[in-house]
């Protein structure tokens, strides 16, 4: 139980193009989820937290207006990182939780040319 | 602001010793500690997780010790096998709210057959 999938795994778009990654819990509700970026040899860094049917919270220094979170439903988180540029290429990883422990996603890798 | 960190960032050791792999935390709030397994372009991986009114707690060939007093956690893992071979990192939880995770730097841990 307590599985969590991203799709897609990896893409890799233009400089200036918009890409969508979804994060579902396959077998629970999940009432927040997390969206975590990492780059190459680094930590994971928390990027926003969202509750389904509200507004994300973003950490500071992540622009909420580059990369949009809509949490629709108990299942489905959504992350669109809009106008992408080739430093926004990281591994992005996202978790769900039903208010305890977090279940991470397998991630998916961004490649900006 | 505060912060976990790791003294170590690359461990070699050999198949079927003992792995002994740090971390220390900075927040004394604490009081939720996870340690995870991350192997390359995975997600990551819950190992064993230990609360703040214990010191000791052994999973399977796991155990992880925390000492409140000088802010230190320690994964070991027994009897080390190639398969354990990832970066390990260790989070603290907050108590900030909607299950908040805040990782530490991460260790290479590299096992040779």
């Known amino acids: 139980g307590a599985v969590v999938s991203q799709h897609p795994s990896w893409v890799i778009c233009k400089s200036g193009t918009s890409v969508k990654i979804e994060c579902r819990s396959l077998?629970?509700?999940?009432?927040?989820m997390f969206w975590y970026r990492q780059f190459p040899k680094q930590s994971l860094m928390l990027m926003a937290t969202?509750?389904?049917?509200?507004?994300?919270?973003?950490e500071q220094g992540v622009e909420k207006d580059k990369f949009l979170i809509n949490h629709a439903s108990l299942t489905l988180s959504t992350l669109t990182v809009t106008s992408a540029h080739p430093e926004d290429s990281s591994f992005y990883i996202c978790?769900?939780?039903?208010?305890?422990?977090?279940?991470f996603g397998p991630g998916t890798r961004l490649t900006v040319l | 602001g505060e912060s976990v960190g790791l003294h170590l960032p690359t461990l070699s050791v050999q198949e079927g010793d003992n792995s002994i792999i740090n971390c220390a935390y900075s927040?004394?709030?604490?009081?939720?500690f996870i340690w995870y397994k991350q192997e390359s372009g995975k997600g990551p991986q819950f190992i064993i997780d230990?609360?703040?009114?214990?010191d000791k707690r052994q999973g399977q060939r796991v155990t992880v010790l925390l000492n409140k007093t000088v802010k230190h956690l320690s994964l070991q893992i027994a009897a080390t096998q190639p398969g354990d071979s990832a970066v390990y990192f260790c989070?603290?939880?907050?108590?900030?709210?909607?299950?908040?995770?805040?990782f530490g730097k991460g260790t290479m841990l590299l096992v040779s057959p």
């Open positions: 927040n004394s709030a604490s009081d939720y």
């Open positions: 989070a603290e939880n907050p108590t900030s709210g909607y299950s908040t995770l805040t």
């Open positions: 969202s509750n389904e049917g509200s507004k994300a919270t973003y």
């Open positions: 230990i609360r703040s009114n214990m």
């Open positions: 978790s769900a939780s039903t208010g305890g422990e977090q279940f």
């Open positions: 077998d629970f509700q999940a009432t927040t």
